[in-house]
């Protein structure tokens, strides 16, 4: 079974620029959530979603928004972006909307000049 | 909100000796997971807990919850070089929430 896929790997924006980040869970999982890992704040949840609904939601300014499709690929849009927005941005699928472990893919690391 | 205080947030040992991570709420957790993340790779899951006073082995590890569901630990015996990496706990309830996690290093 493919593990989770996240596209692009690296990608470097400028501030005031918009990026899209791509999910795509193990097959089977229609649970994925979002996190923004950077040395100093450790892990932060984004927000997660379950069958193309958003279940729940972090402390992140609207600026973060996100996507599922039907087919449980997730996307995650981050507008206007500032240079703290640069960080390591990882998903995670799971088969159950509750309290199943997580399977993180392999992440982007998003630098913003 | 609510959150998992994890301590200590680093910790150097000699290849060999033990090593402890605990991992502390002030409301009580319905659950607790840990995970593992080696320098340079993505998190990966090791134990589930969510029985009051649960206790559970995975060869040299062993994982606490605590009476209260308050509290969780990870152990440690014998460490290796292979244990290098940061240990993360989490809460995985009505939201996600992570540690700040323990980062290992092992002196040779």
């Known amino acids: 079974k493919a593990g989770v896929t996240q596209t692009p790997r690296y990608l470097i924006k400028t501030r005031g620029q918009q990026v899209t980040l791509s999910c795509s869970p193990i097959?089977?999982?229609?649970?994925v959530s979002w996190y923004q890992q950077t040395p100093g704040q450790g892990l932060q949840f984004l927000f997660e979603?379950?069958?193309?609904?958003?279940?729940n939601k972090g402390n992140f300014p609207g600026r973060f928004s996100g996507r599922q499709f039907s087919n449980s690929r997730s996307e995650m849009n981050v507008s206007t972006l500032e240079l703290g927005d640069s960080a390591l941005y990882l998903c995670?699928?799971?088969?159950?909307?509750?309290?199943?472990?997580?399977?993180f893919g392999s992440g982007t690391q998003l630098s913003v000049l | 909100g609510q959150q998992v205080m994890q301590i200590p947030q680093y910790q150097h040992v000699q290849e060999g000796e033990d090593f402890t991570t605990y991992c502390n709420s002030s409301?009580?957790?319905?659950?607790i997971q840990w995970y593992k993340q080696r320098p340079g790779g993505h998190p990966v899951f090791l134990i589930q807990?969510?029985?009051?006073?649960e206790v559970k082995k995975q060869k040299r590890l062993t994982f606490q919850f605590g009476e209260a569901k308050k509290n969780s630990s990870l152990h440690i015996t014998a460490t290796q070089t292979t244990d290098v990496g940061t240990y993360f706990c989490?809460?995985?309830?009505?939201?996600?929430?992570f540690g700040k996690g323990t980062r290992l290093h092992i002196l040779p």
């Open positions: 995670a699928s799971s088969n159950t909307g509750g309290s199943g472990k997580l399977f």
């Open positions: 097959s089977g999982h229609r649970s």
């Open positions: 979603y379950f069958s193309e609904t958003q279940r």
């Open positions: 409301t009580t957790l319905s659950n």
């Open positions: 807990l969510v029985k009051s006073g």
């Open positions: 989490s809460n995985r309830d009505d939201k996600i929430i």
